[in-house]
């Protein structure tokens, strides 16, 4: 059975796991959480340097645990983009060594990609819509014709950092998005904001600082809760005439903000109008982790997708549109 170790480390978690074909056989994290306001670059390169041999000497001690040397892993799996330069400069640093003192094979990986595939792995999703909605990237997207094609982006900040910015300004803690989520359940009315989506994409920036405008004259239950309804329709909206176009018949949520209960609802009753299925896998595979990294390490060495060490350099910009989908047949 084949064995992968992968890392992820775009951002502000630091996250190692080993997979086979079959399950998750271990995953050790680290969290990066700074001390106020939201990440900082260097500071969690920093974190995931002074961290990754403590994430990668507990790993390699659960998997002792479960009898099974480092000898017996195939390949060693990275985010190699998109993500934060420093952070992912670090992260391939360690796969790089890992490859070379265990004389195996080195996969670059999509983290967005990442993202996609373990949601297909994790749930019945054969040929979904997927909606990707994280921190720094929000996106729609859809397989065809041996790449994941890009069907609706974000043309500033994703939903994440949308949510995020609006919680700085409001004075609540880091991350953003359950606070948010909280107080919005307290709402007793809406409060018109912008609502803006321009043809296939959807923009953040200016609603996010409407919303904050809007504190001034209104609760905080009520912003909260405006701001979500109109940014999950926005994203609801995109992801619908993403299905109508496509053809098909699945939407799968992936990233962070998809564990957001009322971003589920609101794409549920998309897709029961619509008589479509829709799907999300656990919570603990919707944020960044290193099971997802493993995973699309494991589907492209199957694959004989590899890299030379020579050749891994990071990707800060990788689009998933730019990944040849070499795992999959149509």
């Not at 609006?166 to 989520?181: T, V």
């Not at 995109?238 to 589920?264: C, D, P, Q, S, W």
Request: glycine share 10%; hydrophobic share 40%; with cysteine.
């Amino acid at each position: 059975m084949t064995l992968v170790l992968g890392i992820e480390g775009t951002a502000w978690n630091l996250s190692a796991a080993v997979v086979n074909e079959d399950e998750v056989v271990c995953e050790v994290t680290h969290t990066y959480k700074p001390t106020t306001g939201g990440i900082h670059p260097r500071e969690a390169a920093q974190h995931h340097a002074q961290f990754a041999s403590w994430v990668i000497s507990n790993l390699f001690g659960e998997l002792a645990e479960k009898n099974i040397n480092p000898k017996d892993i195939d390949a060693i799996s990275f985010s190699q983009g998109p993500g934060l330069g420093a952070c992912l400069r670090t992260v391939a640093t360690a796969a790089r060594a890992l490859s070379l003192s265990l004389e195996i094979p080195l996969v670059g990986v999509n983290h967005c990609v990442a993202h996609v595939e373990i949601g297909r792995w994790k749930t019945p999703a054969k040929d979904p819509v997927v909606l990707y909605a994280s921190g720094a990237n929000t996106q729609v997207l859809a397989y065809r014709r041996g790449k994941y094609r890009v069907f609706g982006e974000t043309l500033d900040i994703g939903v994440g950092n949308a949510l995020d910015k609006f919680a700085r300004s409001a004075g609540l803690s880091h991350p953003g998005g359950p606070q948010i989520e909280m107080y919005a359940k307290d709402s007793v009315n809406y409060v018109n904001l912008p609502y803006v989506v321009k043809g296939m994409d959807f923009s953040f920036s200016g609603l996010s600082t409407a919303a904050t405008d809007a504190l001034q004259k209104h609760t905080l239950e009520d912003v909260c809760y405006s701001l979500q309804e109109n940014a999950f329709a926005m994203l609801v909206e995109v992801t619908e005439r993403a299905l109508a176009h496509t053809g098909k018949n699945e939407v799968l949520l992936g990233g962070g903000v998809g564990a957001n209960m009322r971003l589920r609802e609101m794409l549920d009753i998309m897709c029961d109008d619509r008589g479509a299925s829709f799907y999300v896998p656990e919570k603990r595979f919707m944020g960044d982790n290193g099971a997802m990294i493993a995973w699309l390490g494991l589907l492209m060495y199957k694959a004989g997708d590899t890299i030379r060490v020579d050749d891994s350099h990071v990707n800060p910009n990788y689009r998933p549109d730019m990944v040849d989908v070499t795992w999959l047949k149509e």
